[in-house]
Nanobody, 119 residues
């Protein structure tokens, strides 16, 4: 079982920055992939940024150059630094962890943290 606790959301003006944190209850070395997703009202949840196996970073096209995902292995924590935020990026941001189980993966989710970008 993996528990994820997010923090760092809030209200920011357009063009501003926020840093989200996701603390895992287990060593992140035991997790195959971790990332951040977001879900705006009336929309599907979408991947924002993530670490895949081998510590490779991947980003959604629309956040490249503005968002940075990083991690602190000693703290079992993954971060998402978000710069130049836009009003349309208002959403609940979720941390996700994937753990291999046989030939498939189990998904774990945090409770979500609200990010509101005002115009």
């Amino acid at each position: 079982q993996v528990q994820l606790v997010e923090s760092g959301g809030g209200l920011v003006q357009a063009g501003g920055s926020l840093r989200l944190s996701c603390a895992a209850s287990v060593s992140i070395f035991s997790i195959n992939a971790m990332g951040w997703y977001r879900q705006a009202p009336g929309k599907e949840r979408e991947l924002v940024a993530g670490f895949t196996s081998g510590s490779r970073r991947n980003y959604a096209e629309y956040v490249k150059g503005r968002f940075t995902i990083s991690r602190d292995n000693a703290k079992n924590t993954v971060y998402l630094q978000m710069n130049s935020l836009k009003p349309e990026e208002t959403a609940v941001y979720y941390c996700n962890a994937k753990r291999a189980l046989g030939s498939s993966f189990l998904d774990y989710w945090g409770q979500g943290t609200q990010v509101t970008v005002s115009s």
